[in-house]
């Protein structure tokens, strides 16, 4: 995962993927904790996520388990 600068007005993104095991419900939850320790970190920027889960199950998005696609909302979402 790295944090990279859109270029534009609309400012920084979370962009990656994270390697999932393969059972679905197990990939499910791994992706979920990722994603709640994304919204742990300390920023006081709204970073866009564009972090995928991939495994042999398939590909996860934050909205496959519920989930915001940038950091502010992904912070109230886990609190």
Same mark, same amino acid.
């Given at each position: 995962?790295?944090?990279?600068?859109?270029?534009?007005?609309?400012?920084?993104?979370? *962009?990656?993927?994270?390697?999932?095991? =393969? =059972?679905?419900?197990?990939? *499910?939850?791994?992706?979920?904790?990722?994603? *709640?320790?994304?919204?742990?970190?300390?920023?006081?920027?709204?970073?866009?996520?564009?972090?995928?889960?991939?495994?042999?199950?398939?590909?996860?998005?934050?909205?496959?388990?519920?989930?915001?696609? =940038?950091?502010? *909302?992904?912070?109230?979402?886990?609190?």
């Amino acid at each position: 995962v790295t944090v990279e600068s859109s270029g534009g007005s609309s400012g920084w993104f979370l *962009r990656g993927e994270i390697g999932l095991p =393969d =059972d679905p419900n197990e990939a *499910r939850t791994v992706y979920e904790n990722c994603l *709640r320790a994304i919204a742990d970190v300390p920023s006081r920027l709204t970073v866009g996520i564009s972090v995928y889960g991939r495994s042999a199950a398939g590909e996860l998005d934050p909205a496959d388990v519920g989930a915001p696609d =940038d950091t502010y *909302r992904l912070k109230e979402h886990f609190s």
